[in-house]
């Protein structure tokens, strides 16, 4: 008896609830729709919990509209990323980037390193004057001065964790990651030594960032990227 007494408790919950679902859904709103982006990317669009994944929030549109197509057509690869975004049509990918391009969020402060000062000058030489007997461009001379990114596609460096930023660099070096043709990164990612990699990232990921943090203006680049060349006709 007291079983039956539980079952006809659970269910008469289950209905209530159902009831109380059914007379208050969700509201259909693209905040809403895109919780599956958030629960890794953060709520408000940020660098993710565990500090890998990238912040995502005010990044140029055309720049997170084309990494979705990667992730879509195979050109970027992360299971979770390609699950998420294989079968949604090409214009509700454009609605999510404007979406999150579109969203003002201050930065989080830097974590604490303890990377040897040598490599973070090191690092720090790389971003902003290049290596000229490698062929490196300074990362300044496309991701802008204050490294906050360029539109249409050129995405910030600055505000991201030092894990991802070596994970995709290794990615563009290994051809794990690619991008439309002349795939510049893979060319500048390639004349990188492992040190320099490791320097970059852990540079970039100890810079504080002040204010506001928009990308700037369309530029001349030092080299042909066909990902930027696409991002503005389109």
């Not at 910030?156 to 690619?178: C, E, F, H, K, T």
């Not at 960032?209 to 203006?217: I, K």
Request: proline content about 8%.
């Amino acid at each position: 008896m007291r079983i039956v007494r539980l079952g006809v408790a659970f269910l008469s919950l289950a209905a209530f609830a159902g009831g109380a679902w059914a007379a208050s859904p969700p509201p259909d709103t693209l905040a809403q729709r895109v919780a599956a982006c958030t629960a890794c990317h953060d709520d408000s669009g940020r660098r993710g919990a565990d500090a890998y994944y990238p912040r995502i929030a005010g990044k140029p549109a055309g720049y997170l509209y084309h990494q979705l197509l990667n992730f879509k057509e195979g050109r970027r690869f992360y299971a979770l990323m390609t699950y998420q975004v294989e079968h949604l049509p090409d214009a509700y990918l454009r609605e999510i980037a404007e979406h999150f391009a579109a969203l003002e969020r201050p930065y989080v402060a830097p974590l604490a390193t303890t990377v040897r000062p040598e490599a973070l000058e090191r690092g720090r030489l790389l971003v902003h004057e290049g290596d000229a007997p490698a062929k490196l461009p300074a990362c300044t001379e496309c991701h802008g001065r204050r490294l906050t990114g360029v539109v249409p596609a050129i995405p910030a460096l600055v505000g991201l964790p030092r894990d991802y930023l070596i994970a995709q660099l290794n990615a563009w070096r290994s051809g794990v990651r690619r991008a439309h043709e002349p795939d510049c990164m893979a060319d500048v990612a390639r004349r990188l030594a492992p040190e320099d990699v490791a320097a970059i990232a852990s540079w970039l990921a100890t810079q504080p960032v002040l204010g506001r943090a928009e990308p700037v203006a369309s530029r001349k680049l030092p080299l042909a990227c066909g990902s930027v060349t696409d991002a503005a006709v389109k």
